[in-house]
T-cell receptor, first 112, second 111 residues
């Protein structure tokens, strides 16, 4: 069953802690993306990766970090430097950059 | 900088009505345009992808059109059903970039 998985679905953390969100795909896609969605807002791009061991900052990369050690995996770390981390985080992949994107189910992060 | 706008922000219609959702973008140099559906608390489901060279795409009761020169796209939903209730997002991509999203139109179809 091909697709994109994100875990966990809900995540709670205390302020000041780093937290890592998981994203895995078995679609054999080269490109992967992380977006953030806030209530009443469209999605905003955090980071994207076109290929293993390469990634680029999106519009709101401050306070986030990523890695792309394997084609299938693109984890996102929300660091304590991110001022407003509470949001819905969505991971996506596509065969290559600028191709049709497919999305995972999302992780809702709440930081208190 | 590319900006995507969706109007209206919310729409309520009775079941069976045909409806149109609008999407506009400021830079016509797009690679493609994608329409998504999002149910509350869920991820995005791709509905239709229109390449920049295409004028429209159809899938079942959905038809999306693209007028690149005027920076507009419409999503037409025929014979709406309560199950169509969701937020519909429009997004464009320019060569070498990721998707740029509008804020969406939240549709409510009453039975």
């Amino acid at each position: 069953d091909g697709g994109i998985t994100q875990s966990p679905k809900y995540l709670f953390r205390k302020e000041g802690q780093n937290v890592t969100l998981s994203c895995e795909q078995n679609l054999n896609h080269d490109a992967m993306y992380w977006y953030r969605q806030d209530p009443g807002q469209g999605l905003r791009l955090i980071y994207y990766s076109q290929i293993v061991n390469d990634f680029q900052k999106g519009d709101i990369a401050e306070g986030y970090s990523v890695s792309r050690e394997k084609k299938e995996s693109f984890p996102l770390t929300v660091t304590s430097a991110q001022k407003n981390p509470t949001a819905f985080y969505l991971c996506a992949s596509s065969p290559a950059l600028s191709y049709e994107q497919y999305f995972g189910p999302g992780t809702r992060l709440t930081v208190t | 900088k590319q900006e995507v706008t969706q109007i209206p922000a919310a729409l309520s219609v009775p079941e069976g009505e045909n409806l149109v959702l609008n999407c506009s973008f400021t830079d016509s140099a797009i690679y493609n345009l994608q329409w998504f559906r999002q149910d509350p608390g869920k991820g995005l489901t791709s509905l239709l992808l229109i390449q920049s060279s295409q004028r429209e795409q159809t899938s079942g009761r959905l038809n999306a059109s693209l007028d690149k020169s005027s920076g507009r796209s419409t999503l037409y939903i025929a014979a709406s059903q309560p199950g169509d209730s969701a937020t519909y997002l429009c997004a464009v991509v320019q060569a070498g970039t990721a998707l740029i999203f509008g804020k969406g139109t939240t549709l409510s179809v009453s039975s």
